[in-house]
């Protein structure tokens, strides 16, 4: 399925990050930041020893020809390395998964799409389009009980019960689903979201920043 990467990528160029800055909300040295945690993770361990390229469509990069990284390692990252929210992040913006076996593979474009969405700087209307996927557990571009139930347990304490989970659950849709449609609609969600304070300001993750090592605070997206 793959194939054995034992070299660290080129760097990219002036063009090549251009490329990418025209699609999203980060700058070219924001760019080449990302790449280089991309480039320090794709050259990591895999659970087996050995540095692991995955081959799949090419990237827009030619020498990103494929590559793409597991969830697995992708968690080790500060930023998601405990993150209750973490292994769903990366299956919103994964390339591939592998339901079989719960792993999903980003590539260099996804990372960066990834760490685009969760940036202070990008417009709030995009933030609201990520978190609505984000809530979109079974992608039927609506959320559903089934899909609040799984919420519920994201954001409950441990010790909440699969009653009181139900009680939750039965209570926001009844006064989210405006239209009585039986689900939540995006736009249904958004009249919620832009009922609320600060959850633009909430979504933000740094994936920059080392904070399991000094102790800074890198998320503020999801508890």
């Not at 990418?20 to 924001?30: D, H």
């Not at 699969?162 to 958004?190: H, L, Q, V």
């Amino acid at each position: 399925m793959g194939n054995i990467c034992k070299s660290e990528d080129p760097p990219l160029t002036v063009e090549e990050c251009e490329k990418f800055a025209e699609k999203l909300f980060l700058t070219n040295q924001e760019i080449l930041t990302y790449y280089k945690i991309w480039t320090k993770v794709s050259l990591e361990l895999d659970e087996s020893g050995e540095f692991v390229c995955y081959s799949w469509e090419p990237e827009a990069v030619p020498h990103f020809s494929g590559k793409c990284l597991s969830s697995n390692q992708l968690l080790r990252l500060p930023a998601l390395n405990g993150h209750s929210w973490g292994e769903r992040i990366l299956r919103v913006f994964a390339k591939n998964i592998d339901a079989s076996k719960n792993i999903s593979y980003l590539g260099f474009e996804e990372f960066l799409e990834m760490a685009s969405a969760f940036h202070y700087r990008t417009p709030d209307y995009i933030k609201h389009y990520y978190y609505f996927m984000l809530c979109d557990h079974d992608r039927d571009d609506s959320i559903g009980s089934s899909d609040v139930t799984n919420i519920l347990r994201h954001i409950c304490v441990k010790e909440t019960s699969d009653k009181e989970i139900a009680s939750f659950g039965t209570r926001i849709m009844n006064e989210a689903d405006i239209d009585g449609g039986g689900d939540i609609s995006r736009a249904e969600f958004c009249r919620i979201i832009n009922r609320l304070h600060n959850v633009s300001d909430n979504f933000i993750i740094d994936f920059t920043l080392p904070c399991a090592f000094d102790g800074k605070k890198c998320c503020k997206c999801c508890g």
